[in-house]
């Protein structure tokens, strides 16, 4: 069972910046495209995009294109989510997934996720 964690979460200041980081325990992310999701308070989750494994593409929601980027690094087994230009609206629970993409398949744009980590919370205020 992957178990993810996600972490890098706080207060920012509207228009400030932050980087989250999602790693898995033991397990290397080679294999999984990952996802990163938000989700505000009292509303459902929403995806803002995801990165494959095997080309390193990266896909956005239209509403965060030009703020986040989304990547990874193998070698120390993280994926990053990285945000600009925070509003309040982007004040939630921050979760990372994935979706296990079998040897010599490539995967294009986000699929359903398997695995979810716990999230962690970013609040953008002054």
């Known amino acids: 069972q992957l178990q993810l964690v996600e972490s890098g979460g706080g207060l920012v200041e509207p228009g400030g910046s932050l980087r989250l980081s999602c790693s898995a325990s033991?397990?290397?992310?080679?294999?999984?495209?990952i996802g990163w999701f938000r989700q505000a308070p009292g509303k459902e989750r929403d995806r803002i995009g995801c990165i494959t494994t095997r080309e390193d593409s990266t896909y956005y929601e239209d509403s965060v294109k030009g703020r986040v980027t989304i990547s990874r690094d193998n070698a120390k087994g993280t994926v990053y989510l990285q945000m600009k230009r925070l509003k309040p609206e982007d004040t939630g629970l921050y979760y990372c997934a994935a979706y296990f993409v079998p040897p010599g398949v490539i995967t294009l744009g986000c699929h359903d996720m398997d695995y979810w980590g716990k999230g962690t919370l970013v609040t953008v205020s002054s």
């Open positions: 033991g397990v290397r992310l080679d294999s999984y495209d």
